[in-house]
């Protein structure tokens, strides 16, 4: 056992040291009131500095010496959906490939380099110490510029994402999230494509090269650097690595509408034994430039975004049917569209009960229970008071500006971002709940014991309900 | 490093107020399974090149922290660091599913439920409502030996923090009713559902933790306890535990992030010394334990699609000092590709995706356990994969690996200990963890140089001397495919519990 220095002798030693802690006597302080406490300190944004390759790749930098730490972060802007038809997988397949090895260093040698350094480098980025950046760089840019993509690696790695495939369906969120997005979007649209056994098989190393070729060039990349480093480095070392990568072919998405729901349906994917059930209630939402963006996500916050929210109060706190109950829009690049989703896990015996209750909240929201004045207020709050914490460290404001990037929004987007909040109004947010959240359009997914909850959902009369596999196909 | 134990439960799953910035919700296209299986395997060898973490010169960075015991013996822990306007405030208590008796397992978790109900001053709903409101976080958890509670929030906010916290440790029973307890219980049931019950394999923890441990054994039930314990919890039960182990005196209150030491102890002194002492405690004494021999389980489930192997040793918890070389153990057989048993497993025969090996990685006080876990390859042999198993393991215990070998994880080790703590909320995490189980705020400290004081000699020493043959082997099969369980012809027992369906309906 190791020595454990006793509580008391502490106590002696912080003495000693501090000398006696003195405070000056006072009242009892009130404590059925909550603390005044001082204004909030002023918002600080990160403030990102632009630059730019020569051959042209955006350098977002982040620039804070507080640490000696360095995050580099490379967006390759390649969303899944450009998957062709019967390739769906391809994507994980060649970003697993792309560590697989590079024509001048096997995949065990990369290994090796990171052990000499004690960070791993993946091939889209790392996060260090400030003496390990321009080794790491560099083997950033072996991986993502000169993969071998060695027949052995591929093999092995299909295979690996065959059981990765048939351990997913074991996960009853999956199963959900398939069936949702199978009809919401409508079986053959891109969005609801996932990729299937056979497709992973028969992908071929000819397959993988020709889409990392089309792909993989400086049009679809953003560097996003943060931390121990000034912007001209920045552009130095990434120049130095990368300044020989040579364009290629801007992704560009041309994708039709998916289809949504046209009238609320319930869909039961059969899932025995299940002593939960999972249900994902959703329906395509607005795109992620909407003049209401701001309303939208107030309105979410009423009905489902924090623990005080609306189906949470219920679901968990009122009725006990599950440990949580949450709601929230998934947006992608405008102008594609979002899709908002009210996720929870109920005890099998509660799925009627659980079922009856979200579609009573979508229906207050829209009529006996408009948002209340408080609502609006604690929404605003929660919304514009908290990014203190969402930029407390360098992986989080590096995180925050790739996220603008991937979603196509301009980096001096957090600027505004307070007053856009604060102008939204009770009818604003009013509409944009009754429009965003309107249960006709919605799709109900409940994956569980079959045999078990489909007469009771049935008997609540909530909407019709048909029976699914996770492909969407009907199940008699 | 200090490790976080992998599940502690909490409060709630987090609330994200924020637009979800990646649609990996619904177009869940593997991405993120495969790119994690990656990110496992892809650590590192070292060669005898240039080494950029200068070994020689290397200090672990160590936080400012001002240490105190109030009059009524909370230990104060002060870390100030201004670089963002936050701060955070976590409370330690000592006390754990540890503490439980026989009867009742699940209640220390169930009792941090109804921590959050309200109290004598701060009424029902009030304590979510004012920290997300404020733009703040906050939850709890509760481990084998530790319970905590926490806020981050803009830094403007502490005092709030500080008086939510303060309420529930001195007049917490004042508020207490038959309801709120009923209702936690349901909700802590459904937490059970979710985390044990729906997921294949969900029981693996307990049934190994009830086959290692006599049933006295308070590290033998699991932190989230069993439906029937759940339900027999009283408000007596809630009143003594209160009473017991809710005390200043049990407790560290870590307060990090943008303060002003003199305000923060002003404002503590305020609120957290008018609170009395707690009574002594008697803590339970958890023996280190052997098992005699090995024992064979086999576990099905209904809703698995493929195997899984288990191999789990009794060895010993993190206040012993042979947690450092058998955490070097594990990173030796697994850290990266070219680590001994995934280089072995997963590249060389590719009998597995994924194999992992861990030393007490629940980070339990008193005892712990090293734990190999497999996922097969659909058609390979449990049976060949505990072989090359007990090869790889064997071959350990018989000769320390090479020097170079050891070097791996140690640059890890160092580069982790300077960009691993960043937040104000980790940083309270590892104070805590050191004052709570070490005495000693900066225990992070000496963890990290006793990890790099590890030798070879000490990895084939602690190899022999815990990774015996007195071990639990769990197979974990499909229900009915008991053809796949791993060397068929020994006798196992079969601890598959019964269906999920009967704890849901006898609630009805």
């Known amino acids: 056992m190791r020595p454990r220095l006793d ?54 930098v982040l620039e804070d010496h507080k640490s000696p730490v360095v995050s580099v972060v490379a967006i390759v802007d390649v969303p899944t959906r450009l998957e062709p038809a019967g390739k769906t997988g391809i994507s994980a397949v060649l970003g697993s490939m792309l560590t697989e090895g590079t024509t001048s260093m096997t995949a065990d040698q990369l290994s090796n380099a990171f052990a000499d350094l004690g960070n791993r480098v993946l091939p889209t980025g790392f996060y260090t110490i400030t003496p390990n950046v321009d080794r790491s760089i560099a083997l950033m840019a072996d991986q993502l510029m000169h993969p071998s993509f060695p027949d052995e690696a591929l093999t092995r790695v299909k295979a690996n994402q065959v059981v990765a495939l048939t351990r997913a369906k074991e996960n009853p969120y999956y199963l959900a999230s398939r069936a949702f997005a199978n009809v919401v979007y409508g079986q053959d649209h891109p969005y609801a494509r996932a990729a299937t056994e056979a497709e992973v098989k028969s992908l071929t190393r000819a397959d993988i090269a020709a889409y990392y070729e089309k792909y993989y060039r400086p049009p679809n990349v953003t560097f996003v650097v943060g931390g121990d480093i000034t912007p001209e480095q920045a552009v130095a070392k990434l120049s130095h690595a990368f300044g020989s990568w040579t364009a290629g072919e801007k992704a560009t998405l041309a994708i039709a509408a998916p289809k949504g729901v046209s009238s609320e349906t319930i869909y039961i994917v059969d899932r025995p034994s299940s002593p939960q059930s999972v249900f994902y209630v959703g329906m395509l939402g607005p795109p992620r430039d909407a003049s209401d963006f701001f309303a939208t996500d107030l309105a979410n916050t009423t009905l489902g975004g924090a623990f005080t929210s609306r189906v949470n109060l219920n679901l968990r706190e009122d009725k006990h049917y599950t440990y949580g109950a949450n709601s929230f829009f998934s947006y992608r690049r405008a102008p594609e569209p979002s899709t908002f989703i009210i996720e929870t896990a109920v005890s099998t015996p509660k799925t009627d009960s659980s079922l009856v209750q979200i579609a009573k909240e979508l229906a207050d929201l829209r009529g006996a229970r408009p948002v209340t004045p408080g609502e609006l207020d604690f929404a605003r709050g929660s919304a514009t008071k908290g990014f203190p914490l969402e930029f407390e460290t360098i992986s989080e404001r590096a995180g925050a500006i790739a996220g603008l990037i991937r979603q196509g929004l301009p980096l001096d987007y957090y600027n505004t971002v307070v007053q856009h909040y604060r102008a939204v109004t009770q009818s604003e947010e009013q509409q944009a709940a009754v429009q965003h959240m309107d249960p006709s359009k919605m799709a109900i997914v409940i994956v569980g014991d079959r045999k078990v909850i489909e007469p009771g959902i049935r008997a609540a009369n909530i909407a019709p309900v048909v029976v699914i596999d996770e492909n969407g196909n009907p199940v008699k | 490093m200090v490790v976080q134990p992998r599940s502690a439960l909490h409060l709630g799953p987090p609330h994200s107020l924020k637009a979800v910035p990646t649609i990996n919700h619904i177009c869940m296209r593997h991405t993120s399974w495969l790119i994690r299986a990656r990110i496992v395997s892809c650590l590192a060898l070292a060669l005898p090149t240039v080494n950029l973490v200068a070994q020689a010169q290397f200090a672990v960075p160590k936080l400012p922290v001002e240490r105190y015991v109030m009059p009524n013996g909370l230990t104060v822990i002060l870390s100030p660091d201004h670089s963002a306007h936050v701060a955070a405030v976590d409370i330690w208590y000592h006390v754990g599913s540890k503490n439980e008796l026989p009867g009742r397992t ?239 497993l997963v590249y060389d025969r590719q009998l597995a995706t994924r194999v992992s090996a861990d030393q007490n990685d629940e980070d339990s006080e008193n005892a712990g356990k090293f734990t190999i876990n497999v996922t097969p390859r659909p058609n390979a042999s449990l049976t060949e994969i505990e072989n090359l198993i007990d090869s790889t393991l064997a071959s350990l215990s018989k000769s320390p690996p090479d020097a170079k070998e050891v070097d791996r994880f140690k640059n890890f080790v160092r580069v982790s200990s300077v960009i691993g703590i960043q937040s104000a909320l980790g940083k309270a995490e590892v104070l805590a963890e050191g004052q709570t189980f070490f005495g000693d705020p900066l225990h992070y400290v000496k963890e990290t140089d006793q990890a790099l004081a590890v030798t070879p000699a000490d990895i084939a020493r602690v190899t022999r001397e815990y990774l015996t043959p007195g071990r639990i082997v769990v197979s974990m099969v499909p229900t009915g495919k008991l053809d796949l369980v791993s060397k068929p012809s020994l006798p196992y027992t079969n601890v598959t519990p019964a269906p999920e369906a009967a704890p849901a309906k006898a609630e009805k």
């Open chain 2, 106 to 344: 699940g209640f220390a978790h169930l009792f941090e439920h109804v921590m959050f109900q309200g109290s004598q001053h701060i009424p029902y709903g009030v304590h979510f409502k004012t920290v997300e409101n404020a733009g703040g976080s906050l939850n709890g958890s509760t481990w084998n030996d530790r319970t905590n509670y926490f806020e981050t929030l803009p830094s403007n906010e502490l005092a709030t923090a500080l008086w939510l916290e303060s309420d529930r440790m001195g007049f917490l029973l004042p508020a207490l009713d038959q309801a709120k307890l009923d209702a936690q219980r349901e909700v802590v049931k459904n937490e059970r559902r979710q985390r044990v019950d729906n997921v294949p394999y969900g029981s693996e923890d307990e049934v190994i933790g009830a086959a290692m441990y006599p049933a006295s054994n308070p590290y033998s039930w699991p932190v989230i306890g069993s439906m029937a314990d759940l339900s027999a919890a009283s408000l007596n039960d809630v009143r003594a535990f209160f009473s017991r182990y809710y005390a200043p005196s049990n407790a560290t209150l870590v307060v990090t992030g943008d303060i002003d030491a003199g305000e923060t102890k002003q404002l503590i002194s305020e609120y957290f010394g008018p609170i009395p002492r707690g009574p002594a405690i008697t803590r339970p004494v958890v023996a280190k334990v052997t098992l005699p021999a090995e024992k064979r389980l086999v576990l099905e489930d209904p809703r698995a699609k493929l195997p899984q192997l288990t191999i789990s040793w009794p060895t010993v918890g993190n206040v012993n000092a042979d947690n450092a070389p058998l955490n070097a153990v594990g990173r030796i057989l697994t850290q990266d590709r070219t680590s001994r048993l995934t280089k072995l």
């Open chain 1, 7 to 60: 509580s008391v002798a502490l106590a002696l030693i912080s003495l000693a040291v501090l000398g006696p802690v003195t405070l000056a006597a006072q009242a009892p302080i009130d404590r059925a009131k909550a603390p005044v406490v001082p204004a909030a300190k002023p918002l600080t944004f990160p403030e990102a500095q632009s630059r730019k390759l020569p051959n042209g790749i955006p350098v977002i």
